[in-house]
């Protein structure tokens, strides 16, 4: 069995280390000349990061206890969920050796320029053949190309910044429509914090300065896309799609590596049928049409709307439950309008929360 997988990002190295764990050795075929990350804020829930067979502590910039949502009005939440902060370009030169170093290769200046059903065309010229294809070359995905498969796509801009982190032990998202459609972020590494949003630099310049942080170092900015469809169609006969390549990233909190870790598993189990691979994630929470509706409700939803979502959950006893219902928002008159929107973003919100952001 010949496995190939395009794209040494984390899709393609986590289930290549995974399938080396199997007794499988897969090669990896990467079209940049080094490995690197791609434009991410590198937060990844502790829960998910653990179940990647590697030791991947040294590569932890930062771990916080949790997120805070922080709702345009002011109103505060907090999500206790353990996080961390990756430096994820040393992450991935680290799991790229523990996959070489159990007999995998990782083959860089690699790039794949065209799919056919059995073989692969090279950059340099070259065919190569395999049995079994793994796509995981990102949001613009070779295999998905050849298959006909369409996303739709949002922007995301970031800078990362020179800060003292030490007095910050959790990820921010500011949920404010002044700056996003969707949300704006802080993530705390070790004396530099990732700063971003759904949107262009512009906004995300606004909301430096409206967070005090515009005369903050920039280290280096970064802007990239991710794809906002919902999970769709992953396999055709030998050849699976994995990570951005296949719409992962969850829709409403646009994580990403979560239900990476999460699906290279349940692929690495069916890699000798594909099928069930499919079948297995298309019933799993990661793939919920749920989640696309809440993202689309989100979009929707105005700022005072945000603004009274935020003070009715600060409201809220902690331990009593945090589900909308008609008595609890009884007194936001707004807000009971939306009863089965909010109910709908509070059942992907906890799936969001269980599967990363
Ligand atoms: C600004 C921003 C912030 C984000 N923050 C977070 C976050 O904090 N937490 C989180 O979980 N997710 C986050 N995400 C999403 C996350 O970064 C992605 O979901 C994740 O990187 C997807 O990994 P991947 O391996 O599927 O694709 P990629 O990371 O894009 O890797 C694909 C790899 O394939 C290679 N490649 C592409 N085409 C070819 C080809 N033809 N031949 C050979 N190689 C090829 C690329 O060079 C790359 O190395 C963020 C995204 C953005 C844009």
């Known amino acids: 069995m010949k496995v190939v997988i395009v794209g040494a990002g984390p899709a393609g190295l986590i ?13 990896v075929l990467e079209k940049n000349r080094e490995l690197k990350s791609t434009a991410c804020a590198e937060g990844c829930s502790l829960i998910w990061l ?19 949502i922080i709702f345009s009005g ?7 969920r353990a996080c961390a902060v990756l430096d994820r370009t040393r992450w991935l030169n680290g799991i790229a050796r523990e996959v070489e170093l159990n007999g995998g290769e990782v083959r860089l200046n690699s790039a794949v320029v065209a799919v056919d059903k059995d073989h692969l065309r090279l950059k340099n010229g070259n065919h190569l053949a395999y049995t079994t ?7 613009n995905s070779i295999a998905a190309k050849y298959l006909g498969i369409k996303y739709q796509y949002i922007t ?9 982190t030490s007095n910050m032990n959790e990820l921010e998202f500011y949920l404010d429509k002044k700056f996003s459609y969707g949300y704006a972020w802080i993530f705390p590494k070790n ?12 906004l995300l310049d606004d909301f430096l300065r409206y967070r005090g942080l515009d005369s903050y170092p920039i280290i280096d900015r970064g802007v990239g ?12 006969a030998n050849i699976a799609l994995i990570g951005d390549a296949a719409s992962m990233p969850n829709p409403l909190s646009m994580g990403g590596l979560a239900p990476i870790i999460c699906a290279s598993r349940i692929l690495v189990e ?63 008159p707004r807000l009971v309008l939306k009863l089965n929107q909010l109910k709908t973003l509070y059942q992907a919100g906890r799936i969001a929360v269980d599967y990363g952001w």
């Open 15 to 27: 289930t290549a280390l995974n399938l080396t764990k199997k007794g499988i050795k897969p090669l």
């Open 50 to 68: 653990n179940k990647v067979p590697f030791d991947s502590k040294p590569y932890i910039a930062k771990k916080v206890s949790g997120a805070k």
């Open 74 to 80: 002011g109103a505060v939440d907090h999500i206790p």
């Open 133 to 139: 294809l793994i796509d995981a070359s990102g949001p």
């Open 156 to 164: 995301a801009s970031q800078y990362r910044l020179a800060a003292n």
């Open 191 to 202: 004396g530099v914090i990732n700063v971003g949003l759904g949107g262009d630099f512009a």
């Open 225 to 236: 896309i991710i794809p906002a469809s919902g999970i769709q169609q992953l396999v055709e």
């Open 270 to 332: 069916n890699i000798n049928n594909l099928a069930n691979y499919q079948r297995e994630i298309k019933r799993h929470p990661i793939a919920n049409p749920i989640l696309l509706e809440a993202a689309r409700n989100l979009v929707k939803l105005t700022e005072p709307d945000i603004a009274h979502i935020g003070r009715f959950l600060s409201e809220i006893k902690p331990g009593t439950g945090r589900s909308p219902s008609l008595n609890r928002i009884a007194k936001y």
